[in-house]
């Protein structure tokens, strides 16, 4: 197709949320080199998001290149190939800006965050330092330093980042991030009453900017009952594709996902891993993620060696074509039927860990995105009885398929549980996997901090001190898992 004809089927691709049309056209523009001006940084965001990166990585260089190489355009790039997971890249790309752009405040805190995700915490503590000077109220700076650093050990800090919160800022995205930064060094100082009142804060804030968003879950969690074993098992038999290379993780957030995640990357036959998300790009193709829209695509003639071809393309995308990779996305038990189906050769750990932790965890951690559930202590009760109904119905109907790990047995017993991971998924034991903390990789997750610590037993009775406020969360957990709610509702 000429450039006129690329330019109007991206539109329309774009307009109709068609991810293969919009791809095919962009493809067609970087081919033909078309004057798109300003235009590619669009392309190049629309390109990411469906998981091209080589293709946004062109793009986006297209657009460095039609605004002259500007230190804007060129931070622009920075940014977007930390969000494609090209940390070392965006690394070096930073290196090459003034420290002014796009101002002091966000170039500072951009260097620490990447410095963070990198594992560098001295650079990262050195950068984040930098931010607060030129902006000492900065919510996402303080957040991102409480992940680097235990305020408990640094009080003229504490006491700074409590000079911060005395006059918060009223932006409320700025507002909440503070709130959150605040609640994680009380509770480093063990001032849990204090936490528990600006974690609430946080959360409520949260809430109020979600607005729309607020749906407890934007998929509709489906039971092995939901999903006939005849399709599941047919779908499984016809899937020729290898897809050996791929171990699943799943569980809910904080339930030590990113753990089990870094446990396996220590492996020199694993290659890295990530919450790669590309289900919902199958989900987009296929046109819903659930048994009657699969069938629906069946019927229409679709392939399923198409869908297995298409994830291990964008995860080689991602990765390059060699080694083992770790998919830990969120929400993955929501995709179960898909997941079996598509990949019945592939391991799949399934986290499990005490409820109250987990929730009172989910409670606390600033997520980005993707987890709107977990700014009320109601939705987070509810969503774990969901979780406990999809893990029993799916590990029932299929029980030779999961590895069950429960947290507070990997971080008791690391050597044995470890041992059993491996085995699950044909790895030999090494001796890294026993100090996943040393591992030199980028971990882009709430547990960044975490992961980066030996393996302890701190996670056990996390939420113990907070019990007295976590009513809500508890009641609303025992009245879901007796009534077998269907689907955690919106939060108020």
Same mark, same amino acid.
């Given at each position: ?9 991206l539109?329309?691709?774009?307009a ?21 001006? &300003?235009t590619?940084?669009? +392309? ?16 986006i ?13 060129r ?20 290196a ?37 000077t ?5 919510g996402p ?29 009223? #932006? ?12 994680r060094? &009380? ?12 974690f *609430?804060?946080?959360a ?21 009952a939901?999903?006939?074993?005849e399709?599941?098992e ?5 899937? *020729? ?13 904080? *339930? ?5 995640e870094?446990?396996f990357?220590s492996?020199?036959?694993?290659? #890295?891993?990530a919450?790669?998300g ?6 987009? #193709? ?18 399923p ?35 079996l ?10 986290? &499990?860990r005490d ?5 009172? *965890? ?6 980005? &995105?993707? +987890? ?13 009885a969901?979780? #406990?109904?999809l893990?029993?119905?799916w590990?029932?109907r ?15 017993d ?20 026993l100090?996943?903390?040393?591992a030199?990789?980028? +971990?882009?997750?709430?547990? +960044? ?19 007295e406020?976590?009513?809500?969360m508890i009641e ?17």
């Open positions: 197709m000429d450039v006129h004809e690329a330019v109007a089927a539109k329309a691709g774009l109709g949320n068609d991810r293969l049309a919009i791809n095919r056209a962009a493809l067609a523009l970087i081919a033909a080199e078309a004057p798109l001006g &300003r590619w940084q669009a +392309v190049a965001q629309a390109l990411a998001r469906n998981g091209e990166i080589g293709a946004a990585e062109q793009a260089d297209r657009y460095v290149a039609a605004e002259g190489a500007s230190s804007a355009a931070f622009a790039r920075a940014a977007l190939l930390a969000q494609m997971g090209r940390l070392d890249s965006a690394w070096a790309a930073m090459t800006l003034p420290e002014t752009v796009p101002d002091r405040t966000a170039n500072a805190y951009f260097k620490g965050s990447l410095a963070l995700d990198r594992g560098n915490r001295d650079a990262a503590e050195h950068h984040l330092r930098d931010a607060l030129a902006n000492p109220q900065s700076t303080w957040l991102a330093l409480t992940e680097a650093l235990d305020l408990a050990d640094h009080p003229a800090l504490a006491e700074q980042l409590e000079q911060a919160w005395a006059t918060p800022p009223t #932006d409320p995205a700025e507002r909440a991030n503070l709130a959150y930064a605040v609640g060094a &009380r509770d480093q100082r063990r001032d849990y009453a204090g936490a528990f009142d600006v *609430s804060q946080g409520a804030a949260r809430r109020a900017i979600d607005g729309a968003a607020r749906a407890a879950s934007p998929l509709a969690p489906a039971t092995a939901d999903w006939p074993a399709l599941i047919r779908t499984a038999a016809s899937i *020729s594709v290898d897809h050996r290379r791929m171990i699943f993780v799943t569980g809910l957030p904080r *339930s030590g996902t990113t753990l089990v870094q446990i990357a492996n020199d036959e694993v290659c #890295d891993g919450e790669l590309l289900f919902r790009l199958i989900e987009q #193709d296929i046109g819903g993620s659930d048994a009657a829209s699969f069938q629906r695509w069946l019927d229409r003639g679709g392939n060696d198409e869908l297995v071809r298409s994830y291990l393309y964008l995860v080689e995308e991602r990765f390059g074509p060699t080694g083992r990779i770790v998919d830990k996305s969120l929400e993955a038990s929501h995709y179960m039927g898909l997941l189906a598509l990949f019945p050769r592939a391991p799949i750990v399934w986290m &499990r409820p109250v932790d987990c929730g009172w *965890s989910a409670f606390r951690a600033f997520f980005a &995105r993707g +987890v709107n559930w977990a700014w009320d202590l109601q939705s987070i009760g509810r969503r774990l969901v979780d #406990d109904q893990f029993e119905s590990t029932r299929y029980p030779d398929r999961f590895t069950i790990m429960h947290y507070e047995e990997l971080v008791t690391p050597e044995r549980q470890i041992e059993r991971l491996a085995a699950a998924a044909g790895l030999e034991r090494s001796q890294a996997m100090s996943p903390h040393m030199k990789r980028a +971990v882009l997750t709430a547990s +960044v901090s975490q992961v980066r610590k030996q393996i302890n037993r701190k996670g056990i009775g996390a939420a113990e001190p907070y019990r406020w976590l009513g809500p609303a957990y025992a009245c879901a898992s007796a009534a077998g709610l269907p689907e955690p509702p919106a939060y108020p």
